[in-house]
């Protein structure tokens, strides 16, 4: 049931992180916002979203203007792109995907789905192997024990480890990390090792779970001790994310995590979930991928997409069209010009379709509906701008 | 106002017992009519074949685990690309096109209608958004409900519980489609796949009970199968049987198909499911058993599953079947399970016409096609992309009506399976164009309870079809002359000339709203996702969309 002002408390989806939660009752008071379920990462969202309404709708390099002056602008520098990156997401819905890809299919735009800083991970890794995955719901009902690979979602998705029934007395959480990390505080078993060896340690329980022998010279603690764990229960999970695939061999550890998954789904159930930082990323992967064929990195430029896997392409990038970025807002940059338009936050001020990390998609509502517009119209109308 | 006289054509009209008559076709505003102007566009159709627009009733082409394979596969995508025009969206194509090019490929092909044949409820925001940019044809999808568990609460807890408990499994059933947007009601392998998802299990008989529920695969398909016919939604409870693949497991169908008996319900790919042998062992062909029964029960119909031989994409809510495909083949592999509701599987996977296996399956498929007595009852797919791609609908074609074309084809297969089929009994049927408009769009759009499409009668949608009438039966199928989609010329010359969005189409039946408050503490125990945010409300996804009105008991 649509709210017509937080006042009503009605659940609504939280779109602060990658989890989607769609359970949470919003109070706001003045520039506080409480969440119920507690969350601080979720309030701090809705905090920042509630505020952002004010200001000028829309800026050239810091100057504000109205929103067709700013659609003009952008569609200039985007006309005269030589190669223009789509990229953002962050919190980006399914519709304002479909416009940003619709667009960058007219310009001939590289389009990122995620993160574009960092060095290159290598080709994605699930197209060379595949991957076995499932929903919260399956994880939380079936596995028994849970592996969190360098990551603290405590911290990046706070109310991961309660929905997938962590803390109950017959799961058992494994966290691999060698820092102290709030995640590892909660764990029943903490793995450390450092990032460097994660592709050997994944090469080594995949060895162990064929019933062959490591030279202990080469084992980091636990891992056989992690094999029986995995014998011993029908249904198990990993839980991973940039920890494990960010940076140069990223896709390499995650490709050796998936084969270590699939050998150890012969004898049992076993899956993975990968956390992905942003409410919008898997949104736009999905919407990419469904659009062009291909999901991630995708280059528009020769007129039909291609999967972009063997070189960081960003050196060329002459102008940037940021999509829902940081805290909202689609910014086009270009040489000594940066156009800054506002868009209604969707599960805030706008309505929308949103897919959790786990795909599933969900509604996101408008708690608080504003007069901006969304990034989806707003994307609309620049592609009809560089049209006409 | 549209009006188009396609004038001087053969056409085959066969829901109107119109069989290559040459007659002129008129159009107005989306509809067939018995006349026009003299100002409506003239297409001179004299030496063409005039059909209604094709209507596949059983394809994989939207929704999570379409694009999934899509994202596993660029390989087979990479050279195959579709560049962006004045007109069209760039795409690619491959075994799972993406979303504008799978429009832009069936309508080519001359289909108007196609139906997405298996959706998790749960993803059904994605399927819609997809759908939306899947433009050119009318399309529907089918949501699972042969895992559900909470239809395994309702099943079990409606046992001893007289009409009461059977109205509150119709009334959910009701609910969910109307929640989701769904045609109709899937279910794959019954009970399977939970039991899968629970520890890797299979099921073996239709009484096997499913672990923690108490119910067994032979009370699913009774109380979805019975709920489906109740409500009188257009399309019957469409069924993937369980023991997909295994030897033997023509029994299992058979004992499927006699669980519903005196029930209307459609069997979906059944060559995969027409197989003698012993679990383990080498398959056999039982496809005239199978075909024996359908014969003899005319409740009942079936769509092919042809295996064509070259790739293929295998992808299932049957994930079991998946993880023995990844052991045979050792290469890529996707599952992924999605809570309360069903499964999916995802291989890539090559038929090769010198393997026993593969060649019996084609066998199969061509067995079942034309020992078929009735081609209503037996329709033409090949579960795209799983047994092949639907762009060899043209092949599959010339397979069924060029008797020479399909004995040199014979010749050039694992001949110790062909002998093991009845193809080289004297099978030299030859389909006729009329049993072609029968198999790729009369009986489809009959079945799918779309009185409005598969036929040229007056007040039919105008999705019309022209091909040119080529000795050569694949190239004529494969380039139509002209197709027609909602009154406009979308294709002419192998061009895409217009593009249309297409429509959604889904269904409506009645049922008492109280079942929420029946359906949400079941779904508080189980899913992620809260009640009341489940159901798709939001007019983008659903509108427009043609609601065909289940007819009631």
New interface residues.
Partial sequence: MPCSSVADLCPVTCAGCGLLCDDVMVEVAGDAVRLTPDCRLGAEWFSDRVRSGEGPPATINGEAVDVDGALSRAAELLRAARRPLVHGFDGATVEDARAAVALADRLGALVAAGAVTGEWPGAPAIPLRGASTATFGEIRDRSRVVVVWREDPETTHPRLLDRLGLGSTDRTLVVVDDRDTATAQRADVVLRWPRERDLETLASLHVLQKGLAVPSSDLVGGLSELIDRFRAVPHAAFVYGPGLTDGAGGQRRALALHELVRALCHQRHVVTLELLRAAGTRSADDVLAWQSGYGGFVDFASGHPELVTATHPLEDVDVTLGVEAGVGGCVAAGPGVEVWIGTAAAGVAAAGTAHRLDGVPLALQAPLPGDAPTAAVLLTRLLAEIDA | MTEIRISGGAVHDPANDVDGDVRDVCLRDGNVVDDVGPGARRIDARGMVVMPGGVDIHAHI?G?K??AA??????D??DD????TELL??????L??????TGYRYSLLGYTTVVEAAAPP?????VL??LR?TPMIDKAFLILMGNNQVLFELIRESRGAAGAGADRIKDAIAWWLDATGGYGVKLVNPGGVEL?????GVVESLDDEVAGFGVTPRQVLEAIGGAVNELGLPHPVHVHANNLGVPGNVETTLDTMRTLSGRQAHFAHVQFHSYGGKPGGLPRSRAPELIEYLGDHPEITADVGQVMFGPAMTMTADAHVS?VL??LDGG?????????ETGCG?VPYTYRAGNYVHALQWGIGLELFLLGKDPWQVMLSTDHPNGGSFLSYPKLIRLLMDRAFREDQLRRANQKAIRRTTLLDGLDREYTLSEIAIITRAAPARRLGLRDKGHLGIGADADVTIYHDRADREEMFATPRYVIKGGEVVVEEGDLRRVDDGRLLSTRARFDSEVGRVLEPLFGD?????F??YP???P??REPAQVVEAGGA
């Avoid at chain 2, 799972?96 to 090019?101: D, E, G, I, Q």
């Avoid at chain 2, 890529?332 to 309360?340: G, L, M, P, S």
């Fill in positions: 939207a999570p379409v694009n899509r994202k596993l596969s660029p390989d995508r990479r690309a579709l560049d962006r969206r760039s795409g690619s194509g491959g799972v096109p993406s979303t504008f090019a749960l993803a059904a925001r994605h958004s997809e940019d899968w998802k629970q520890d890797n993880a990844r052991d890529k592999w996707i599952n992924h399970d999605t809570e309360v995802i189980r899913y992620t996702v809260a009341e945010h798709v409300r939001d983008a996804l």
